[in-house]
């Protein structure tokens, strides 16, 4: 009979940030059978922002991290709306001008320049409805909130000692930093004169939006609405891509300062 005193103990990871990379680290440690707690700065989980694209890169970690999860993200993305378009990750085309689409192919629309290929295209999603699911895939109990992290500490043990700003401390096997571009975790680890442990504006910001996509539809027409396109100007390009099951299109304007 084994002396559960003999049996190793569970690893006890803690998770900094409970954002979709802090969530989907959670659900695949969790899967190999890891203690998980998971701290979190703001005081709920909060899922707000727009659209995103899952590329095919991300569709495989996902799967690596969890064959299941990987299923439940399936459920909620979309790709082009035209069957003849599935897979096509983006379709690059001329810019519109400012008073309309200025036709210049045999269908009227802006001309396609290129289109990328990738199984399945670019899969599109809200971001809201992607942290729903991976909170939902997340037991209750495993998130503490109002939890900024201020400082980490290795221990003699190997373990490692985290200081929140509300003056509370916890220890863990090791600790993964999850919380961003003003990442703290990351600032402990590299020491805060880094180069790299501060983020800094790199001069470029975008303008994103949400439109009805009846509404998309009614203006550039369903092919260019319900479909990932990707619109080239001078210095500058627009991307739209359908989401919500069709139903919406998002917009991201990229703009050089």
């Known amino acids: 009979m084994t002396d559960p005193a003999s049996s190793p103990k569970k690893l006890d990871i803690a998770i900094i940030g409970s954002g979709i990379a802090g969530l989907a680290v959670a659900i695949g440690l969790l899967r190999a059978n890891i203690a998980v707690t998971i701290y979190e700065a703001a005081n709920a989980f909060y899922e707000t922002g727009v659209g995103l694209g899952l ?32 897979n096509n990750f983006m379709e690059a085309r001329r810019g519109v001008s400012i008073n309309g689409v200025s036709p210049d192919d045999s269908k ?9 290929q990738a199984p399945n295209g670019l899969l599109t999603v809200h971001r809201a409805r992607l942290l729903e699911l991976l909170c939902s895939l997340v037991p209750d109990g495993m998130t503490t909130f109002n939890k900024r992290l201020d400082d980490i500490t290795p221990q003699a043990d190997g373990r490692v000692l985290l200081a929140f700003r509300d003056g509370s401390a916890a220890v863990h096997d ?4 999850c919380d961003g571009v003003k990442s703290r975790a990351r ?18 910001y975008a303008y994103r939006g949400l439109l009805a996509a009846d509404k998309a539809v009614e203006i550039v027409g369903e092919e260019l609405a319900l479909n990932n396109q990707l619109y080239l100007g001078h210095h500058g390009h627009v991307v739209t891509y359908p989401i919500e099951k069709g139903t919406l299109v ?6 050089l300062s």
Not at 56 to 76: R, T
């Open 55 to 86: 590329a095919p890169n991300a569709l495989k970690a996902l799967h690596l991290i969890s064959p299941e999860m990987k299923k439940e993200v399936d459920k909620i993305t979309m790709t082009n709306a035209w069957p003849s378009k599935k």
């Open 108 to 116: 009227g629309l802006p001309a396609s320049v290129y289109s990328v």
């Open 174 to 177: 090791a600790v993964i930093g």
């Open 187 to 204: 600032q402990v680890l590299l020491g805060e004169e880094h180069a790299a442990a501060n983020a800094c504006f790199s001069g470029k």
């Open 250 to 255: 998002n917009t991201r304007t990229p703009i």
